[in-house]
């Protein structure tokens, strides 16, 4: 069992940067690829990125390459995204998950445990 909790979220204006983090409970930590997801007011949630158990492999979405990155350190248990250049678009809720299964990281399929969300506001 993983519990994650994410914290991080808030207001910024556009052009801004903001970092998540999502610590997670469980001895098991490591052995979880981890994902970021985000879900905007009326849309389907949506893959952001992703980053293997190692931290050797990281996967983004296309709207987000060149702003977003992804790390983690598994000392502390925690998965980070740091969000520069930020716009107005990117305002949703965003979503830690971690997951051991084999489909691709972009799918939410391959996540077992998820966070409860945290707002991120992006003001023009």
């Known amino acids: 069992q993983v519990q994650l909790v994410e914290s991080g979220g808030g207001l910024v204006q556009a052009g801004g940067s903001l970092r998540l983090s999502c610590a997670a409970s469980?001895?098991?930590?490591?052995?979880?690829?981890m994902g970021w997801f985000r879900q905007a007011l009326g849309k389907e949630r949506e893959f952001v990125a992703a980053?293997?158990?190692?931290?050797?492999?990281?996967y983004f979405a296309d709207s987000v390459k060149g702003r977003f990155t992804i790390s983690r350190d598994n000392a502390k248990n925690t998965v980070y995204l740091q969000m520069n250049s930020l716009k107005p678009e990117d305002t949703a809720v965003y979503y830690c998950?971690?997951?051991?299964?084999?489909?691709?990281?972009?799918?939410?399929?391959?996540?077992?445990?998820w966070g409860q969300g945290t707002q991120v506001t992006v003001s023009s």
């Open positions: 998950a971690a997951g051991r299964g084999s489909s691709y990281y972009y799918t939410p399929l391959k996540y077992d445990y």
């Open positions: 469980g001895r098991t930590f490591t052995s979880y690829a």
């Open positions: 980053i293997s158990w190692s931290g050797g492999s990281r």
